[in-house]
């Protein structure tokens, strides 16, 4: 790619960056569009939310800036205090990636980018920049031998000594933030509770009472109540179909005109009442749910959520085996009652481990069909490829601007637009494992994705073309050094393009929400007004915290080959940090808490990226005929997995659970606190599966009021 192509895309994203920018600012003012970017101010009714007005106001169309003011004021503390710590940590990622990129852009950028550009490899032009190659800002562009080398082997190392000093620094502090997060935070259900799977229930008995019987046994002193868990899928569904029927109720009673609750059954039906319609078909809806609980009532999973009365007990029993087969009483650890996923519980371990092989070989599918796309890619960065493929194009092609489009913008964005439909796929695939929470198929994805994305998007473009089809030298550890000395460097104009369209314009399009504007905008025109139904989002953390990772492995990886990434990355941690802040204040309301347990996999990959630079290190300067240095570079991979191992036993054992030192002080503190014993009360109820649990609407159809269950006594 050449200069002015890179230019091009950098033009036309910065002009989507500033459109997205100006009609957020203005569109945000809108009352009517308050749930789209303030559903947080909306769903709390605060004083500060915007409410509906009719009376003109040109101030509205005005664009302003207030809003990263707004972001930018409060602290981490006030930050943690209205979202959660998990949000705290999503934004430590920015801060992270801000102190590695601002670090290495000063090394880069000042020191090795020059020595790039003036090297003399490539024989590049100086007469005309604008057609030179981003090739001649890459390490390929320095003389074979030269002693310049030096200043790169140099740089690796102590690159590498500041991101793992930084490394150590964020761990720690979002260890400590961990534990005085737990210190700070009320008794909460998961705190007391564990998961029990695999539970043996012997012939003629049933699951719930073998469960008592266990733990009373065993857990004598300590053991409170169990939960037996049910298989409740189909009546999740008809408990969701009869809230979504009751609400349409309650929105045609708030009607002042008549006339407007009567509506047309079918497309070419005639026009019923909608109160009467609904109302049968909320009848109808109440006796089925009644129904299948009845059905339900006795069938049992042989699986539990036991509590315990302290967090000790818990932890104890979390622990340590409870049986003689391994196989049977599996325990792990209770997520919170909110975050519990229901329709795919599984109980036995046979179809966990099957569930997980099927997921494997799906996951390894879905990554070969997205080689498609990568080709596609790949055949309009290269446009002598191209007109091979299409020689009708070729007059076309042969144009200035559509040239400079084609190569510098299009290739990202088909990229961008390919990778968009994975997340949910992710998500699916997550959840057949048998993850029993939320928050566990958000991490499995989180991970899933991550790699998907750095094999893709890195990978598969960087070994594209004739290397992809060398398996030999793939099988042969030694070779891959050079392999990807030689592939890496030359898709380095790639993913600059790639961090402007799908960095910058992703994180701006994040702030104007274009996809629920859009169905609130047709919500008005169709119904006169937006739902009064919403639910405020939660950040997807799946598809988010994988995107900025992967720039963080495209930063780490390119600061010794070509430095020039790191401006556009900066750009984009500046961007994310003020946009993040803002719509974790305003738009996502957490839906659970894993208590920051999303760093680990921030470290692992800073830890690979590291690995990955060093290991192509080793090949570049082998290919720059410097055997000494790639010899010298050999040490440097070994003592970053040493410190990987370090922070592994010193800071990962506190994400996977709390030490005793911590649960015997707050275990000591509920002591002395005399709610404990309604919060108890509360803990023998709070795994109920809420498809179970009665529902308390009442509806006033035909002027009186009934539940649609009857409460449990």
Not at 662 to 676: N, V
Request: charged share 15%; aromatic share 14%.
């Amino acid at each position: 790619m050449i200069l002015s192509a890179l230019l091009t895309s950098v033009g036309i994203n910065l002009g989507l960056c500033l459109l997205f920018f100006t009609l957020y600012s203005i569109l945000r003012k809108q009352p009517s569009n308050a749930k789209v970017y303030a559903p947080r101010s909306v769903a709390a009714k605060e004083k500060d939310a915007p409410t509906e007005s009719n009376a003109f106001n040109f101030e509205r169309l005005l664009p302003t800036a207030g809003w990263v003011t707004r972001a930018w004021h409060p602290s981490e503390d006030q930050l943690l205090s209205v979202t959660s710590l998990d949000a705290v940590v999503f934004m430590r990622i920015f801060v992270f990636s801000l102190k590695v990129f601002g670090f290495g852009a000063v090394i880069g950028v000042v020191v090795l980018l020059p020595i790039n550009f003036f090297g003399s490899q490539l024989a590049a032009d100086f007469s005309d920049f604008g057609n030179k190659s981003l090739d001649s800002f890459s390490i390929s562009n320095v003389d074979d031998g030269s002693n310049w080398l030096w200043v790169h082997f140099c740089a690796a190392y102590i690159f590498t000594a500041i991101v793992c000093y930084l490394l150590y620094n964020e761990y720690s502090y979002i260890s400590a933030r961990r534990i005085a997060h737990f210190y700070s935070s009320k008794p909460q259900p998961n705190q007391f509770t564990i998961l029990v799977r695999g539970i043996p229930v012997p012939s003629g008995s049933g699951c719930s009472d073998t469960v008592d019987k266990f733990f009373s046994e065993y857990y004598s002193s300590t053991y409170l109540s169990h939960t037996v868990v049910r298989r409740t899928s189909k009546l999740e569904r008809l408990t969701r179909d009869a809230d979504k029927v009751y609400r349409t109720l309650a929105r045609l009673e708030s009607e002042k005109e008549p006339q407007k609750r009567f509506e047309r059954d079918g497309i070419f039906g005639s026009k019923v009442d909608g109160l009467d319609h609904y109302g049968k078909k909320l009848d109808d809806l109440e006796d089925s749910v009644r129904i299948e609980q009845s059905s339900l009532a006795g069938k049992e999973v042989r699986a539990a959520f036991v509590s315990f009365k302290s967090r000790l007990a818990a932890a104890v029993a979390l622990h340590i085996q409870q049986g003689t087969n391994p196989t049977e009483w599996v325990t792990e650890s209770a997520p919170e009652p909110r975050d519990v996923h229901w329709p795919f519980f599984s109980s036995s371990f046979i179809k966990r481990w099957v569930s997980k092989l099927v997921v494997v070989i799906a996951y390894v599918a879905v990554t070969i069909l997205f080689l498609i796309p990568v080709a596609i890619v790949q055949g309009l960065a290269n446009l002598e490829q191209l007109e091979t493929w299409f020689p009708f194009l070729t007059s076309i092609l042969n144009l200035t601007i559509v040239s400079q489009v084609i190569t510098g913008y299009l290739p990202s964005l088909i990229l961008q637009w390919s990778l968009s439909f994975v997340p949910p796929i992710m998500i699916v695939l997550s959840s057949v494992e048998g993850y029993i929470s939320f928050s566990q198929i958000q991490k499995g994805g989180c991970k899933k994705m991550l790699w998907f994305t750095i094999w893709n998007i890195f990978f598969a473009n960087v070994l594209s073309g004739t290397a992809l089809y060398r398996v030999n030298i793939l099988l042969e550890p030694k070779k891959i050094p050079g392999l990807l000395a030689d592939a890496v460097p030359a898709q380095a104009s790639f993913f600059i393009a790639y961090v402007v369209t799908s960095g910058w314009t992703s994180v701006s399009s994040e702030l104007f929400r274009m996809i629920p504007l859009i169905f609130s905008i047709i919500k008005r025109l169709f119904s006169g007004k937006d739902s009064d139904e919403f639910e405020v989002p939660s950040i997807s953390y799946h598809s988010e915290i994988p995107r900025i990772l992967f720039f963080g492995v495209l930063g780490v990886t390119y600061f010794l080959l070509a430095p020039l990434i790191l401006p556009f990355l900066l750009v984009y941690c500046c961007m994310g940090y003020l946009i993040y802040r803002n719509q974790l204040l305003n738009v996502y309301a957490p839906k659970y808490e894993t208590g920051g347990t999303f760093w680990p996999i921030v470290h692992n990959s800073t830890i690979f990226s590291l690995v990955l630079m060093h290991i192509i290190g080793i090949g570049i300067f082998g290919i720059k005929k410097l055997a000494l240095a790639s010899s010298f570079m050999i040490p440097l991979p070994i003592l970053t997995l040493l410190f990987n191992g370090f922070c592994r036993n010193r800071f990962l054992p506190i994400f996977k659970s709390y030490p005793v030192e911590c649960l015997a002080k707050k275990d000591k503190e509920d002591q002395s606190d005399s709610s404990m014993g309604a919060f108890y009360d509360k803990l023998c109820s709070a795994y109920e599966d809420p498809a179970m649990m009665p529902i308390r609407r009442r509806r006033s159809t035909d002027g009186h009021n009934s539940p649609l269950l009857p409460a449990e006594v």
